[in-house]
Structures are given as structure tokens and as C-alpha cells.
T-cell receptor, first 114, second 111 residues
């Protein structure tokens, strides 16, 4: 089945130790998104790629970076994780943009910072 | 800045009754409106989307949109215990700008 896959599902890192989260998709979608969701909060868009074009949200900290080496894969790099970065990180994809265009979410990666 | 507001709940509804979930949004330029269901510890799962004023029905679910009032709702008929979850309202401006989510309404269906 076509799907959005995130690895790992759970990630434990130490304060200040760089960490990379992975997302892959078999949907051949043009757009890939990264959201951060803290406990009992709304998912918050960090950035997205439309093909190779990177779009950063204005309030996304510089500590968060992303790479999309090809259509299928997208990575979230957290350069120096702080305790406040513990959250669920959600990857989503959509084929195009426009009214009614649906975003499909992966299962998420839960990040714990010690 | 776009804002999406939802009553956090919990909203408790007896099994078999209609659950009504509401959402307001601040950006009049919003074009697409989505309802996602999220079980605890899981990722959001799309229930419905709507982008025209009026009602849209899909099985037990009906989405309602009133752009003049900047209001979106989701009705769940014949509520089942498996419907117990957090329901997230999300809006999009139609461009490649992702979704703006509300914090969600925690729905509890009482057997």
C-alpha cells in the first residue's frame, strides 16, 4: 500500500546532541511537510518542500533544518535539541496544493530529550 | 496570523447520539477546511474536507461550512465508543502553506 513512513517511531537523545528524523513516501507526492506537536497542543507547521523548493515558517527556530534529497525522502535535523523540543514530529505529504488537497500523515516520531 | 479555535472539551456524548464539534477561524482567505481524528499517541487521520459553503455528508459524518461566519462544524451521527478521540480542525489558504490546526476537541462517547 502507498503510504508515509517515519523512522524511528521513538527517538531518545541527549540535550544538545544532534538528531535526525526520517520520512519517506511511496505516494509520489510533490509536497512534504514537517509538523511539531507537543502534548495537548495543535500540530505546528515547521517547514515544507514543494518539489525541491524549501519553505520555512517564519517562527521556526534555526535549530531545525530539513533536507529533501529526492522525491521520496525528507529529513528533519535538530542541531542542538533542548528539553523544549521533546514532542511528536509528524511528516505529511500532498500531491499538489489547492482547495481540497489532502495531506496524508505518517505515524509520527516521538522525540524524548534527556 | 492565522488562528483556529476549538473548545478543548472534553465533550461527553451518549452512545448513539449526535456529537457536534465546532471550529472558528480567523483568516478570511482560508479556502480549505479539514477535520482530522487523532487517537492518543497516534498521528492525525483525515475524516473529511470541505471548501464550499453548506453541508457535506460522508457516512455518519457531516461537515458544515459557513464562510461568512468563519465557522466549520462536524456532526457525528450514531456515535460509537470507537469515535472517542481528539478531533482537530485545520484550515488552509489554498497555497503551499501547510495546515493551521486548532488544539482539538476531546470527544468521549459514553457506552
Amino acid at each position: 500500500d502507498a503510504m508515509v513512513i517515519q523512522n524511528p517511531r521513538y527517538q531518545v537523545t541527549q540535550f544538545g546532541k544532534p538528531v535526525t528524523l526520517s520520512c519517506s513516501q511511496t505516494l509520489n507526492h510533490n509536497v512534504m511537510y514537517w509538523y511539531q506537536q507537543k502534548s495537548s497542543q495543535a500540530p505546528k507547521l515547521l517547514f515544507h518542500y514543494y518539489d525541491k523548493d524549501f519553505n520555512n515558517e517564519a517562527d521556526t527556530p534555526d535549530n531545525f533544518q530539513s533536507r529533501r534529497p529526492n522525491t521520496s525522502f525528507c529529513f528533519l535535523d535538530i542541531r542542538s535539541p533542548g528539553l523544549g523540543d521533546a514532542a511528536m514530529y509528524l511528516c505529511a505529504t500532498s500531491k499538489r496544493v489547492g482547495p481540497g488537497e489532502t495531506q496524508y500523515f505518517g505515524p509520527g516520531t516521538r522525540l524524548l530529550v534527556l | 496570523q492565522k488562528e483556529v479555535e476549538q473548545n478543548s472539551g472534553p465533550l461527553s456524548v451518549p452512545e448513539g447520539a449526535i456529537a457536534s464539534l465546532n471550529c472558528t477561524y480567523s483568516d478570511r482567505g482560508s479556502q480549505s477546511f479539514f477535520w482530522y481524528r487523532q487517537y492518543s499517541g497516534k498521528s492525525p487521520e483525515l475524516i473529511m474536507f470541505i471548501y464550499s459553503n453548506g453541508d457535506k455528508e460522508d457516512g455518519r459524518f457531516t461537515a458544515q461550512l459557513n464562510k461568512a461566519s468563519q465557522y466549520v462544524s462536524l456532526l457525528i451521527r450514531d456515535s460509537q465508543p470507537s469515535d472517542s478521540a481528539t478531533y482537530l480542525c485545520a484550515v488552509s489558504g489554498g497555497g503551499a502553506d501547510g495546515l493551521t490546526f486548532g488544539k482539538g476537541t476531546h470527544l468521549i462517547i459514553q457506552p
